[in-house]
């Protein structure tokens, strides 16, 4: 598979997102208002509304099955550079994939945890939340 990777810096946190949903969104402006990165959003498909968009870069993946190739081969198109990538499931079924393929995925990705996740997706509210 070929994905678009030349506007990665060296030195550079790329958020990768899995799943289509209102958090993936929020999660990418979030973002790109804070670090100003483009996330990469792995989907099944994607709606029309979220189509045009600037911060993220979509990766269209037909089936589950193809998630994990998909992942394995943007990560080694990235390989030799200085990054890193972050792994934020935004979906409960993308969650139950990383879950699954957690240690095949740790070796590429920066894999965020259930706290990490509510976080990126919540904001600071989440944290605050979660403490109480």
């Not at 969104?25 to 189509?51: D, K």
């Not at 870069?57 to 030799?80: E, S, V, W, Y």
């Not at 969650?95 to 740790?106: D, G």
Request: proline share 4%.
């Amino acid at each position: 598979m070929d994905f678009i990777v030349k506007d990665i810096l060296s030195g550079e946190l790329v958020p990768v997102l899995l799943g289509t949903s209102p958090e993936a969104m929020q999660t990418a402006r979030r973002f790109f208002r804070t670090y100003g990165v483009v996330s990469h959003l792995f989907c099944a498909r994607v709606p029309l509304r979220m189509r045009l968009t600037c911060c993220v870069r979509f990766h269209p993946i037909r089936t589950g099955r193809l998630m994990m190739t998909a992942l394995t081969d943007f990560a080694a198109q990235l390989g030799n550079a200085d990054i890193i990538l972050y792994l934020i499931p935004c979906t409960v079924e993308a969650s139950n994939f990383v879950w699954q393929n957690r240690a095949e995925l740790e070796r590429r990705y920066v894999v965020a945890n259930r706290q990490e996740m509510q976080k990126v997706w919540f904001g600071d509210r989440a944290a605050g939340e979660g403490r109480a």
